[in-house]
């Protein structure tokens, strides 16, 4: 039996002096995926303004508003009801190294292969990933690379920035993990696996009761392809399961910012986030 979920994500953003206009979109709706139901969604903004959704070029649901009067803080929430359960078995076997090869070379996998700025390491610590898992098969070499990241890479809240690169992940030993998701993404696709940076919530009590609430923010793992997606969860060195609620995937971050948009006004601002998950059943 699953896992239901009450999430509420809520994110203040104040700007210092007035913002005369905004442009924003926001991808905080979970997605409806095998094992994952979403029962009911919204998402709203204080400036009682419009709200479009539209699917991005990588499927995620985006909800896009524009507030056109003077404001100096704008109030986004969230909230969805989500059923989960655990990942059944695979549906095939994992493809063999050259048949991978294969799929890989042709049609979107490509896009999963090539480093961005964020997935990007030197070629000292790549060579050492391929070295790692040579002669393993791609389930095992994938295991190989979430659990030598979690090894070397602590859990540092507040020791990282949001432009942190995986290769300075790794070269300070701690980050968050945005990080950690983002140097395993970047060594698994040195060794020649596709692999995506997913976002989306955790709760983080495994023993929670219905009616449990954790106070949690966004979470970040890994989904990599060997015939089909699977995930793993590097900073916690673990299984994605019914625990884990699937917002959006993409080559990096950049891809699935939770807010992201434009603004005429002040030239700083400061943003407060909280996400809220209660266990309903």
Known sequence: MGWRFLITHRTVVGYHGPARASYNEARMTPA?????????????????????????????????????????ELQITSR????????????SDPLPWPDLAA???????LEYL????????????????RQRVAGLDPPAAAAQIAAWVHQHVSYMPG?????????????????VCQDIAH????????????????SGYLFGRPDASPGDEVTSQSHAWVEYWTG???????????????????????????????????????????????????RLA
């Open 183 to 198: 140097l395993t993404v970047a060594l698994l696709r040195t060794i020649s696996l596709p692999a995506r940076y997913v």
């Open 103 to 109: 799929q890989a070379r042709s049609g979107r996998l």
């Open 114 to 129: 090539m480093p961005t700025p964020r997935t990007t390491v030197g070629p000292e610590l790549a060579a050492a990933a």
């Open 32 to 72: 409806a995926l095998p094992g994952q139901n979403v029962l009911e969604t919204r998402l709203w903004t204080d400036a009682q303004v419009p709200v479009w959704t539209y699917r991005d070029y990588w499927g995620t649901q985006v909800s896009a508003f524009d507030i056109q009067a003077p404001h100096e």
């Open 228 to 278: 089909q997606w699977a995930a793993c969860d590097p900073t916690n060195d673990s299984a994605v399961g019914q625990r884990h609620v699937v917002v959006a995937a993409g080559r990096d971050y950049a891809d699935v910012p939770p807010l992201k948009g434009i603004y005429h006004g002040a030239p700083s601002r400061t943003m407060e986030v909280t996400v809220s998950l209660t």
């Open 159 to 175: 020791s990282t920035g949001v432009q942190t690169s995986a290769q300075e992940a790794w070269d300070q030993g701690q980050g």
């Open 80 to 91: 969805a009801t989500v059923e989960t359960s655990e990942p059944g078995s695979a549906a």
